[in-house]
């Protein structure tokens, strides 16, 4: 009866906290992120793990049907877009409102202490995310009126026990399609207040409240001692994947800002120079390298035939530089082994090429219409103040490489060892599907082209494929047509050069990734074990670089701010 009461409580201090910080707008940012994290949170790792469980991995379709699928209405009907918002306000407060049933429900089961304390503690933020969304449309009567129900039913589900929560099959659909709405007011700022700014106006206010939130998190669910096998084992993937990656990833941000400080972009228009084939040679000699991921060499290509390179050089460039970066070469060794950071290194080489030296001489530019994606619309090395071989370039390239770089590839970076540790099981079961290698190959091929994520993100991913049985050649494909094709990159490429060259440029970079997939599967036969990191003892060098990563996220957390951040896994920047 006391966790009932407490957990009542909630639903009039979470009130009072938003309503006193809603006259300084500092503090308002500060609660915004905070509900941002904590809610957020509240969804992927309790919500979301327990309707997979339920629903299977179909729950994801229909989780994501409701976080894109009224931005695909409001879009599609924009006259029509307030009322959409309303609407989807509405759907996600009163599936918070049923949830709380479900929290009552666990109140009552005195066998599990741990968990009524992570109910007691996430029913705060709820009870903030209520009164944030509701009042500045409805005011103080609608959403106490909307916190009463909360708190009748948890009296309900209180009452009922824990036979609640055994749901069925529809109930869950349901649950899951309530959870993408959640996710999409919270992500897209809906407080149903015009004039509240749709993006955060003091980012460190707003990143303070993001760490406040992942406090929250983390003091919910570390007492919460009812977690399941499967998701401790995602939890186990997810730190050994970290471990490893951890000192690759530090030296891999030195050494990619040292080299955009020291080594100005001015400097590179030699690679227009000398026969198409040449041209593609020079593009891809420079791309390599370059610490670009695959969103901010789009705005970075545009400027390069803006200035006259032609687009032998250019194409060679775009698919060159997303493919790798010294970040995502240092990062493979430890997670992929020596065999296929060579084979990575040579097919990017090769391909980025052969697209060059094949298309160069028919692509013409239309236009020099500008193009921009993901946290900067200007040309991300030319931002850079270089100095050249001196220690201000140094100093320069290790700012921008601990700063702008780290912000654009870490939230990928997150994505991709999230994905990674959740989708072991799923490519587990790839092996027993009996694909031949061709169909094999084409289907992890295809699979990366539309997905947005850049090569160091990539990395982790193949790395769980390689230890399910993947092959090593389709492996290698997912890990060419990822960074290399994406809806920015297509999108850009018909704007300049018109959309057969668009089309044509996809067709022959899958074509390419799939046979150099195939070439890798005769050179590398069987599946290659990297999984000798699993069971390897962390070293102390792996503990602290690990740690001093989370320092640079904390840094870019209250730099940006948690939504800006996420923004680029969008384009939206936070928006």
Sequence with gaps: MIALI???????????????????????????????????????VDILPHLIEGLGWGALLIVAVGLWGPSWLENRFRAAAHSTHVAVVLIAAGGLVVHTVADGAV???????????????????????????????????????????????TIAGYGAGTHFLTGGLALMVLEALVAGSILHVVFNRLHLNPSLPRKPAAPRAEGLGNLL????????FTTDLDVSAEIQAVGVRLYQLALVAAPA???????????????????????????????????????LPMPVCSCGVVPLYRSLIQRGVPPAAGLAFLIATPELGLDALIVSLPLLGLDMTLARLIAAAAIAWLVGALMGRYVRVLTAESACCGHSCHDH????????????????????????????????????????????????????????????????????????????????????????????????????????????????????????????????????????????????????????????????WQQLSLLLLLVLCISAILRRGARALVGELSGSHGG
Aim: neutral net charge; charged residues 10%.
């Design 6 to 44: 407490a957990t009542l409580a909630t639903l009039i201090v979470g009130p009072l906290i938003v309503a006193r910080a809603d006259r300084k707008p500092h503090m308002r940012e500060a609660v915004d992120g905070f509900i941002f994290v904590s809610i957020g949170g509240l969804v992927a």
């Design 107 to 153: 109140l009552s089961d005195l066998h599990q202490p741990g968990l009524i304390l992570a109910v007691m503690l996430h029913r705060f933020p709820v009870a903030m995310t209520v009164w944030w969304l509701l009042r500045p449309a409805w005011g103080v009567g609608g959403a106490s009126l909307m916190l009463a129900l909360m708190g009748l039913g």
């Design 213 to 220: 939130g992942l406090v929250f998190l983390a003091a919910a």
């Design 249 to 287: 990833l530090l030296i891999g941000y030195s050494l990619a800002g040292l080299l955009a400080g020291m080594v100005p972009v001015r400097s590179l228009d030699w690679i227009g120079r000398g026969s198409t084939a040449r041209q593609s040679l020079n593009g891809m000699l420079v791309g």
């Design 381 to 540: 090395l030319e931002a850079v103040p270089q100095s050249g071989f001196s220690r201000a370039g140094a100093v320069q390239g290790l700012r921008y490489g601990y700063t702008d770089l780290f912000d654009s590839t870490m939230p990928w970076l997150v994505l991709g060892l999230i994905i990674a540790a959740f989708a072991a099981p799923l490519l587990e079961m790839v092996p027993a599907l009996g694909l031949p290698g061709v169909l094999e190959v084409m289907a992890f091929a295809l699979l990366g082209m539309p997905l947005y994520v850049c090569a160091t993100g990539s990395t982790p991913i193949v790395a769980m494929m390689l230890i399910s049985g993947v092959s090593p050649g389709a492996s290698l494909a997912f890990l060419i047509t990822g960074p290399a094709t994406n809806p920015a990159t297509f999108g850009l490429l018909s704007r300049l050069h018109g959309r057969r060259t668009a089309l044509g440029f996809g067709a022959l970079v899958a074509a390419l990734a799939i046979s150099a997939g195939l070439l890798v599967n005769l050179w590398l036969p069987g599946p290659i074990d990297v999984s000798s990191w699993i069971d390897h003892e962390p070293g102390l």
